[in-house]
């Protein structure tokens, strides 16, 4: 008997004869002999209906506590229905929110972090022959308040979950059917890939940059992305191993929802970057790319990062005193920008992925503003508007519309 | 300074803009120097639309439970929204859910019954300046599962918290400007009663049978029912006193939410009675009149009971089997029916009130299918098509029309 973790997106559950549709695919795996716990995401278009009546109340200037008790109704009603749903095909059932699992995160409103998972509940219910509905994207903070996770925070959740329950499996149920090479929409011939590795996944678009900081993703034991709107084997994603070793880049990511931000002139003197980052950490605004140049002529600094475009406003207001009272010279902000990142195992243990990276670029005439390195990924930010002609210039340019085998090398 | 409870039903924060209003309302409670604590309901319409989704899914056979959760984010959006709508006044205030205040209720799903208020968070909160926003309608059982407290059941959570934290007012606001003689949209001629008794107000439909059961109407030490749409002076409730007392009837009281059933033919023997109720507590479901006959000539019995008209089908289904071992001829059923009531103190010390109610409904060719009195009451069971002509019928008859003074005694 396995543990299976599903989790099922928003387009998924986003009406009745949908919710049906999951509820039969979660019977179906019980029937199989598996245990299946379900996390749900709210139906497609009702956050955004909340995050109006917000809105349309505050004109956007509200406690971020009271957001997240109006925003996290929404995976409530999808735990009840799909819980009602899978009772009607004979199958006992039961939901549970965030505070009663319990999903204990710390206390930062709209982009909490899950600290802890309390399952015990879960696992006597699974025991005891039930299908469990969890909603995602919610938590309980240390004052009993409800947290939510920000975006992509149910996925966050079923991995969370699954690594909680130890479940065997982890299946993201998604509109798409499995993991592509980039995004469909813009470069047509993206092509699905059979398996990708943990560690790929973590760096690409659709999990997000949650789960990476969970760092819980490796310990459910498999984990696969598979449409829940036909059948189909979707995307495995595996340990990494030889054969993906062997192919340099894997996908191209890309994220427009970042912004950018330059303080000129800095003082090349200890406690600097401290100073700037230790004020964007205290009003809680991640931090996502950071490049500092030393000029060498006139011994001060430029240091650039970006953040998501949502926070752009408040980190360049609580950055005005810190940054005069440490003497710089300005502060420029660019929320028009686009990140672009190629991705894979495989650049490890090649050379000459940046070369080839930004040979493409310079070929259709893309400026890059910034460039940002790890391990198996090559971020570049250029501005938005070429966004869309990078991805395919990349994309062609590492052959990914081409089978692995058939590529040339880096 | 005075503790002040307002509950504001669905209709007072059917909108943002009347959201609002709410928030100012409270906030200016609290600007002369009250602390305030708000109840809210859901916001009209959206109950509705819950139910219809649980309906539209389950086709009316679901688990209750999980009804309840869908059901009680209606309450939470409101109180986040309004939550929000006060803080934009400048003032802090802190939402409560049913599981945080916590509201401790017993397991019976849909039309549970608070056991127990825990409202520590909330006294905290009012001493450091909060105005404390509170979903009505809902509870949390022993197992840590969302319940909620069926029709009526927001001026419930109003009334309870009231008692809990001792206030010193309930204001309860609706989107009439105080209780009436019977329901204006009846009766044009209906009047707004300056005062009316907790007992009074027990009977009627407006505040509902849960107040009565919880018994803490008495607690509080002084209630109101207000119009948040426009400023008023409302209807008092307090103390019965020698002046209410003089006015034998204070209102027509009117329920079409009520089936009938009769069993025919009981056996005449002990724990029959028993029997049929024990059957109908053990599927929760609530009797309100109970009458029964004993046949001179065949010396067997025939017992006839109100249900709600919700519970109609389940308690024919659940009575088949007990009825028909006990030996009783026939269950015969109707839900076409109405409750008409006259209700006032006074009563209790003037005779003559129930002949003049059968003499006015006889003379308007009305059949009366049951009779029940209790102390201030007397209720009659009618056809329902009749309901409308009945309630005007006893409006007139006692001259509610009137100023209280210029009425004929009974």
Chains 1, 2 share one sequence.
Not at 266 to 285: E, H, M
Not at 338 to 346: H, I
Request: with cysteine.
């Amino acid at each position: 008997m396995s543990l299976i973790v599903q989790k099922y997106g928003g387009t998924s559950v986003g009406s009745i004869q949908r919710i049906r549709n999951v509820a039969a695919r979660a019977v179906a795996a019980q029937r199989a002999g598996n245990q299946v716990v379900v996390t749900v995401s709210a139906m497609s278009g009702e956050t955004n209906r909340l995050v109006a009546l917000v809105d349309e109340l505050s004109g956007g200037n509200y406690s971020q506590r009271e957001y997240d008790v109006v925003v996290a109704t929404g995976e409530q009603v999808s735990t009840g229905l799909l819980a009602i749903a899978i009772e009607s095909m004979g199958v006992p059932a039961r939901s549970y929110q965030g505070w009663q699992v319990r999903f204990v995160t710390d206390g930062v409103h709209a982009k909490a972090r899950i600290l802890d998972v309390e399952a015990d509940n879960i696992r006597r219910d699974l025991n005891e022959g039930r299908i469990v509905v969890v909603a995602g994207f919610q938590g309980v903070n240390d004052q009993n308040a409800v947290t939510t996770l920000g975006r992509g925070g149910s996925d966050t959740s079923a991995v969370a979950l699954a690594a909680a329950l130890q479940a065997d499996f982890c299946d993201i149920y998604t509109d798409v059917d499995g993991v592509y090479t980039t995004d469909p929409r813009v470069v047509p011939k993206a092509r699905k890939l059979e398996r990708v590795s943990y560690e790929e996944m973590l760096e690409m678009a659709s999990l997000g940059a949650k789960v990476l900081q969970t760092r819980s993703v490796e310990l459910a034991k498999k984990y696969k992305v598979l449409s829940s709107l036909e059948e189909g084997t979707g995307t495995l994603l595996t340990e990494e191993d030889e054969v993906m070793e062997q192919v340099v880049v894997s996908a191209i990511a890309f994220n427009r929802d970042e912004a950018k931000i330059t303080v000129l002139g800095v003082p090349d003197k200890p406690g600097i970057a401290a100073s700037i980052f230790g004020t964007l950490a205290d009003a809680n605004i991640n931090v996502d790319m950071i490049v500092q140049n030393i000029s060498a002529s006139s011994g001060d600094t430029d240091v650039t990062f970006t953040v998501a475009k949502g926070d752009f406003k408040q980190a360049l207001a609580v950055l005005k005193d810190p940054v005069a009272n440490m003497g710089a010279r300005d502060v420029l902000g660019d929320p028009d920008i686009a990140k672009v990142s190629v991705v894979g195992v495989g650049m490890r243990s090649h050379s000459g992925v940046a070369q080839r990276m930004f040979k493409a670029l310079s070929a259709d005439g893309i400026n890059i503003r910034m460039i940002y390195t790890s391990d198996i990924k090559i971020s570049v930010v250029i501005d938005e508007k070429y966004m869309e002609l990078a991805v395919r210039s990349l994309h062609q340019a590492f052959e990914l519309d081409k089978d692995s085998g058939d590529r040339v090398r880096g």
